[in-house]
């Protein structure tokens, strides 16, 4: 799977404010926006972690 991150918003803070109203207001899971994203999982939470934000599954958001 591919992945094209740079259709995400660049600056950190966007793109943390952007994931999380995707995952709380479109998906059910981290898992199914990755998939609709064409992003592969682990790609994508390590992505994430080097902008600074680390994925907390019980609360369904980064931070």
């Not at 952007?18 to 207001?25: A, C, G, P, S």
């Not at 059910?28 to 902008?51: H, Q, R």
């Amino acid at each position: 799977m591919e992945n094209n991150f740079n259709s995400l918003p660049a600056d950190a803070a966007m793109l943390l404010s952007f994931i999380n109203m995707k995952l709380r207001d479109n998906y059910s899971s981290l898992e199914e926006l990755c998939d609709d994203m064409n992003f592969d999982i682990d790609d994508f939470i390590g992505y994430m972690a080097e902008k600074g934000w680390e994925y907390n599954p019980d609360a369904k958001k980064f931070w």
